[in-house]
Each structure stands twice: as structure tokens, then as C-alpha cells.
């Protein structure tokens, strides 16, 4: 195709009133970031981004790129000529021919109204020229091989065949900062990825408890984020030594409540952490009703422990859906393999699904919780994942 440029379109950044300006220059950095690799620039106004390409760039891999950035409705390549209709009966000439189309239709929308041919008008002259120039085609305006669509702007005329569909949600970074709760299995990492289409950035939490866990659970969870960044390019994975805490609630704690006590642990530091790191909240990829520990009356005994936000992407997600969005983000075969988490090592035979406050308030009171819990914030160790390379510092 003989395309020169690729026209973003915005899509719900519509609706955003007197801060639409801000969404936009937001969306036109994180543009700019992802096509810089690839040694291409953008140019944005309110209404679109435009990216030009030649004939030495793959419009393909730069549209697989840019399907990666979230606060994209739609991607169209596009031709630009000039305003007068010769040029845009040969660029239209140019396109359908290559197309090699048998049946089409035009559609034209004409935002700038000082144009002398109305959109009807346009699109009449248009499928009229190209009728009369190629051998064999024919109008079809219910369901034709090629819709050639004529964008007439201020600037200049845009014609395009073809769209292709955005990740859609909020530029990245427009909706602060979150720390995620990130596990290793296939619900945590589908819900870092909707937190980031929805324009949050996402730093990550894990609880190792050696010897218990494997190092081979650390690969596993690189390799998860290095996934991951291709929608948000730097990524910061925090590691908490939870070993110690997790033996003393074993230790002191009957059975069936130590899945509900250790939740509630795990939110008291994460909070901690959460709050040293200036994040706004703290997001679990728990799903209602999926497991014991996240069951209402579960989620409403742990959520007890903090007035903290706690964001759950998922949670009124079927398992089916989740693996759905797990394959279709390449994070499933990684989060499959067998190394196991220290919420799966301990698992209990028999948890409570429906905890009582009082009881976790007895049970806790039975061992001395709050330094173990402020070891653990101390003595995080930090992992750094840039463009799906792993920094060292």
C-alpha cells in the first residue's frame, strides 16, 4: 500500500472536557517513546496523532507497536494529499489499484466545511473517477471488498482502506501509580495489564518465602514482566523475605484461619510499602468466589486492616475469561509453569470460607505480628525490568 502516514485515533479521550489537552500530550509522549526504538517520531493535535512512515518502514510491525499503547482507540494508515479534488481522485487511483478490489464504495467525511464538493458530492466524484479509470471494478455499497474512506481536514486529505483496533483505556501515567500484588499464577498478571490499559502505572509485589519457594519462581516472574513491557516500558518488582512471618502464623494460628491471617499480613505490608513508594493504592488479582480467600465475607475481614485502596481488576472475572486474556497477552504459558507461590505451599485442607473479625483479632493476638510485619517493608529487595531487559543497580 502506498500509505505515508498513520492516523491515531483517540477515541474515549473525547470525553474529557477541559483536561483533554492533558490526555493527549501524555498519549503523544508514551507515542513517541514507543516508536523511538524504531527511529520514528509523531506530531498530535486535538483531534489525532499522526505518524510518518516511508517506504522502508514495516507499517505492520509499527501498528503491532502502537496496538501496545493504551488510550489508542483505532489505527488507521492513511495517504495525505492535498485538498483539490484531482489529487485526491489519483491518491484514491493509487490505493484502489493496489488493492487489487474488485467491488467498493467511497465515504467521505468532510470536517472542513470551506471544501466546495459536500461529502456526497465528494464520494459521487470520487467512485465516478475510479469507475472510469479501472478496468473490471464495480460499486457495491452493501458489502463491498474495499471502503475507501476520504477524510478531508484542515490541513490537507487523508484516504485510507483499511483500520486497525487500539488497546483502547487511557494513555499510561494519567491515572497515577499502583503497587500489585503479583503472585506468579494467571490472575495477577492479566490484572497488572488492565490497571495499565487504564492508564495506571503499575510498580509489583511479591512474597518469596525461602526455603519453602523456589529462585526459579524470581525467573518465572521476570519473564512475566518482561511480557508486561510492552505496555508499560519500566516496570519495578519488589521482593518481600516473608519466611519468618509465614512460620509464626502456622505456628500460632489454627488451619483453617491461616489463609485469612496471612491475607491480612500481606495487606498490612503492602500498604507499608505501598505508601513509602507514594503509590495510591494497592490492586490484587483476586476474583470473587474463585478461592477460600476470596470469598465476600473473606475479602470484607481482610479489607478490615486498612482504610487503603484496594483495587481488584478482576473481580467479578470467570476463570475462563481470565485465561482468555492471559493467552491473548502472552502471559499464560509463563504463569503455568510449575514453581509454586508461597500462597500454594501452605495451602490449607480445609480454609475458612466465611472468618470471623473477632477471631482473626484473637488469633493475631496470640503472636507479636507488627515488627515481624515491619521487617519485611525494611528488607525488600528490588528487581528493575526496562524494555524486557533486566537492569542491575
Known amino acids: 500500500m502506498k500509505y505515508d502516514s498513520i492516523m491515531i485515533h483517540y477515541g474515549e479521550l473525547s470525553t ?49 507497536r502502537l496496538q501496545e499503547v493504551s488510550g489508542i ?42 471544501f466546495p464538493l459536500d461529502s456526497y458530492g465528494t464520494s459521487r466524484e470520487v467512485g465516478g473517477f475510479l469507475l472510469g479509470h479501472i478496468r473490471g471494478i464495480e460499486v457495491d455499497v452493501h458489502n463491498p471488498e474495499q471502503v475507501l474512506r476520504v477524510n478531508i481536514r484542515e490541513d490537507a486529505c487523508y484516504l485510507s482502506l483499511q483500520d486497525y483496533p487500539g488497546l483502547g483505556g487511557y494513555p499510561l501515567g494519567m491515572n497515577g501509580r499502583v503497587l500489585m500484588l503479583l503472585s506468579g499464577g494467571i490472575d495477577s498478571p492479566v490484572a497488572a495489564y488492565m490497571l495499565m490499559r487504564r492508564g495506571i502505572e503499575v510498580d509489583c509485589l511479591h512474597f518469596a ?13 521476570k519473564d512475566l514482566l518482561k511480557v508486561l513491557n510492552a505496555y508499560q516500558s519500566d516496570i519495578k518488582l519488589s521482593v518481600v523475605p516473608f519466611t519468618k512471618l509465614q512460620e509464626e502464623i502456622y505456628r500460632n494460628v489454627p488451619e483453617p484461619y491461616c489463609i485469612t491471617i496471612m491475607r491480612r499480613m500481606m495487606v498490612r505490608i503492602a500498604v507499608g510499602v505501598a505508601k513509602k513508594t507514594k503509590c495510591l493504592a494497592i490492586a490484587t488479582g483476586e476474583s470473587i468466589g ?10 470484607q475481614v481482610i479489607n478490615e486492616v486498612t482504610s487503603f485502596p484496594i483495587l481488584r481488576p478482576l473481580a467479578v472475572s470467570d476463570k475462563v475469561s481470565i485465561i482468555d486474556d492471559a493467552k491473548r497477552i502472552g502471559t499464560y504459558d509463563i504463569s503455568i509453569r510449575p514453581f509454586e507461590d508461597c500462597c500454594t505451599i501452605f495451602k490449607p485442607r480445609k480454609p475458612k470460607t466465611k472468618p470471623r473479625s473477632d477471631e482473626c483479632e484473637f488469633y493475631e493476638a496470640k503472636f507479636d505480628w507488627a515488627p515481624l510485619v515491619e521487617t519485611c517493608i525494611e528488607n525488600l529487595t528490588h528487581i528493575y525490568l526496562s524494555e524486557g531487559e533486566e537492569l542491575i543497580r
Request: aromatic share 4%; charged share 25%.
Open 16 to 64: 474529557k472536557g477541559a483536561n483533554r489537552r492533558l490526555f493527549i500530550q501524555q498519549l503523544l509522549h508514551n507515542v513517541r517513546s514507543a516508536l523511538k526504538p524504531m527511529g520514528l517520531t509523531a506530531t498530535g493535535g486535538r483531534d489525532h496523532i499522526y505518524v510518518q512512515v516511508n517506504e522502508l518502514d514495516s507499517i505492520d510491525s509499527v501498528i503491532a
Open 209 to 221: 518465602s525461602p526455603p519453602y519457594t523456589s529462585e526459579a519462581v524470581l525467573d518465572k516472574l
Open 290 to 299: 474463585q478461592v477460600a480467600s476470596q470469598t465476600l465475607e473473606s475479602v
Open 73 to 114: 482507540q483505532r489505527l488507521t494508515p492513511v495517504m495525505k494529499v492535498e485538498k483539490e479534488i484531482e489529487q485526491i481522485n489519483q491518491g484514491s487511483l493509487a490505493l484502489l489499484l493496489d488493492s487489487k478490489a474488485k467491488t467498493f464504495k467511497v465515504e467521505t467525511k468532510r470536517a472542513d466545511k470551506t
